[in-house]
Nanobody, 125 residues
Framework: QVQLVESGGGLVQAGGSLRLSCAASGRTFSSYAMGWFRQAPGKEREFVAAISWSGGGTAYAASAKGRFTISRDNAKNTVFLQLNNLKPEETAVYYC??????????????????WGKGTLVTVSS
C-alpha cells in the first residue's frame, strides 16, 4: 500500500514556475513508477508526466515537453514536478500517481494504482 501527499501548489503568474512535491509512505515506493496528472474544471483528468521506478526513464505529455521536469528521490520517498513557463490554461488540480510501470501510466488514469488528493495550481494571466 502506498499513500501519496502532494504539496507545492499555489497561485503564479503566467510564465512563472512552481515545484510540486509528492511524499509517499510505504515500503514499496521505490518499486513503483510515479507520475503526475492534472484535471482542469469541467475537463477529464489527463496525463502530464511519469518516471520509472529507478528514475532512468521519463515520459511527458506533448504539452509538457520542454517546460516540465519530473524527478524522484527514492531515498526520501518523494517525486517532484518542476513546472516552468506556466500558462493560464494549465490551471488545474495536479495529482500524484503511482503505477506498475512507466508505460502503463502514460496510457492514462486507468493505469494508476494509487492517487494523491491533489494540489491546486492557479495560473493568472
Amino acid at each position: 500500500q502506498v499513500q501519496l501527499v502532494e504539496s507545492g501548489g499555489g497561485l503564479v503568474q503566467a510564465g512563472g514556475s512552481l515545484r510540486l512535491s509528492c511524499a509517499a509512505s510505504g515500503r514499496t515506493f521505490s518499486s513503483y513508477a510515479m507520475g503526475w496528472f492534472r484535471q482542469a474544471p469541467g475537463k477529464e483528468r489527463e496525463f502530464v508526466a511519469a518516471i520509472s521506478w529507478s528514475g532512468g526513464g521519463t515520459a511527458y505529455a506533448a504539452s509538457a515537453k520542454g517546460r516540465f521536469t519530473i524527478s524522484r528521490d527514492n531515498a526520501k520517498n518523494t517525486v517532484f514536478l518542476q513546472l516552468n513557463n506556466l500558462k493560464p490554461e494549465e490551471t488545474a488540480v495536479y495529482y500524484c500517481a503511482g503505477g506498475r510501470s512507466l508505460g502503463v501510466l502514460t496510457t492514462g488514469a486507468n493505469g494508476v494504482d494509487y492517487w494523491g488528493k491533489g494540489t491546486l495550481v492557479t495560473v493568472s494571466s
